[in-house]
């Protein structure tokens, strides 16, 4: 596989990778070196990625806890804590290695350290191959609202290895599937097709070119203000959706791919009845999405509370909120504005 060059950072695979991040940590003469992980990545991801890392470097080990739930401020201060008590300064790497919770919230750590230290991403998970660990967005959560407090900070380097996938139960390679089909629909409608036969896929390749797109779109648009928007089809209302059973009780946790993939069906209903997107293609969205995920039954006396949860989405302005959504396949208009009943039609329809 290739390198990407990202805006201020390469994107490396597999062996070329480790040499890579090797040199990196020489050439900058760290101080020390601190790897980020979770209890699953410590057992099925440490003991891989150690013998590939040759440096004489102190290197210093700290295990949060896995899940959604523990993305947020409470875990970022007990990670500066321990950094500062085992004597990092800002001369210190901080390696992520992990899933999007890790690399968001590892970068977030990093950025804000004594005003800011290098970090270098290791995405082990393939959501986080083909998204979470590349595009400059760090940040944890408020409460259950996504994302809310963050930075864009880039990574000196990310580190790509499929092998990592093979400790990934389906379930969690399905949710990154999620943001493969969001670069079909919106930028590259290959990928869609490619897609279908899900036992036959060409990971690699699906995995390269995911990151080659999220590059080619953040190189254009850093900081989110036009074209990097596309990047978040399926996502306001999936967001809310998440959110709304990561705080219910009574209710099953979604992973992150299956609340967008239902986003992504309510959000291509949308279009086709404010912007005239081919009811062909919603049903073939619909279909590719329900043959992959599990069906979700939307309780309606759930709909006011996931409504309520939308109004906190942080692309909203002016207590307005904001939709992706489609004029064609690889044709996005930015910045619609949705009704509530219109919103609420769309679940339905993914209901039915």
């Not at 875990?75 to 901080?94: F, Y």
């Not at 990154?176 to 279908?196: F, P, Q, W």
């Not at 062909?280 to 069906?295: G, H, L, Q």
Request: charged share 20%.
């Amino acid at each position: 596989m290739n390198s990407i060059q990202a805006a201020s950072y390469p994107v490396h695979f597999q062996d070329k990778a480790y040499v890579e991040l090797s040199n990196l940590i020489s050439e900058n003469n760290y101080s020390m070196l601190f790897i980020l992980v979770d209890e699953h990545t410590l057992e099925d991801c440490y003991p891989k990625f150690i013998p590939n890392l040759k440096t004489d470097k102190q290197i210093e080990v700290i295990e949060i806890e896995s899940g959604e739930i523990n993305k947020n401020l409470e875990t970022c201060i007990g990670v500066w804590n321990v950094i500062t008590e085992l004597g990092g300064d800002r001369k210190s790497l901080l390696i992520t290695l992990g899933g999007g919770v890790i690399t968001d919230l590892g970068g977030f750590v990093a950025s804000c350290f004594k005003r800011g230290i290098d970090f270098v991403n290791i995405p082990t998970t393939l959501l986080s191959m083909v998204d979470a660990s590349v595009g400059g967005k760090t940040g944890v959560d408020l409460g259950v609202l996504k994302n809310q407090i963050g930075v864009f900070a880039n990574p000196e380097m990310v580190v790509v290895d499929p092998e990592y996938l093979a400790t990934v139960p389906e379930r969690e390679m399905k949710s990154g599937m999620a943001e493969i089909i969001k670069y079909g629909i919106t930028y590259d409608l290959a990928l869609l097709h490619e897609i279908r036969d899900y036992k036959y896929l060409n990971l690699h390749h699906l995995i390269t070119r995911s990151i080659a797109i999220k590059n080619e779109v953040v190189l254009q648009d850093p900081k989110e203000k036009n074209i990097r928007k596309i990047l978040n089809f399926g996502h306001t209302l999936g967001h809310a959706i998440e959110s709304f059973y990561l705080e219910s009780a009574d209710k099953e946790n979604l992973t992150h791919g299956e609340a967008i993939a239902i986003g992504m069906v309510c959000e291509s209903f949308i279009s086709a009845e404010i912007l005239g997107f081919p009811s062909a293609n919603v049903t073939e969205i619909k279909n590719i999405i329900s043959d992959m995920y599990p069906r979700i039954k939307l309780q309606k006396a759930d709909f006011p509370s996931i409504m309520a949860l939308l109004k906190h989405d942080k692309k909203n302005t002016n207590g307005q909120v904001n939709f992706v959504l489609l004029n064609a396949y690889e044709d996005c208009k930015l910045d619609c504005i949705v009704s509530d009943a219109l919103i609420i039609a769309s679940m339905e329809y993914y209901n039915e």
